[in-house]
């Protein structure tokens, strides 16, 4: 009889050995593929904020570089008037990249990593440039998307966004009323 109960004790714990792995492995599978998978609702809530106005075109000076936290991004104003909207994660690891003033660069803190004005890669190991964000300038008044990342493997100057120059033309004379 004291053999029976061995048995039934031993089977028990075997079942529950085998039921614990079970476990185990299924809580692992599950945090492995919440790793790889991507993250749709930041995606998704990165689509909701949208459009974010930045202010008037003069409100920025030339050679600035504004910090938008709301839309996690930078709005650089280059020397030639026009505008670029840079995402704050560094392209290496996605570490978030603040601007240097004093050394005029985005210096990443994770790895050393260095970008110019333009987002441009100045020192490694980023091998691409700050991705954009699409910069509108409607009636005078810069805004940004801030829901959509572009993802850029270089600098082109198509990349800048500039303020339209509208050509202020005098109204025509009234028509002449001889009579």
Partial sequence: ?????????????????????????????????????????RDMRDRREGLIVAGPVETFARDSVTAFPEGKFYLVRLSDGGFLALHRRCTHLGCTVPWDEEAARFICPCHASSFDMRGAVLGPPAARPLDLFTVRIENGIVKVDAGQVIERQTFVPEQVTHP????????????????
């Fill in 164 to 179: 339209s120059a509208r050509r202020r033309t005098a109204a025509p004379p009234p028509p002449r009323r001889d009579g």
């Fill in 1 to 41: 009889m004291a053999e029976d109960a061995q048995r039934k004790r031993r089977s028990f714990l075997a079942a529950l050995a085998t039921g614990l792995a079970l476990v185990a492995t299924g809580e692992l599978f599950w945090v492995a593929s919440a790793f790889i998978r991507p993250r749709k609702r």
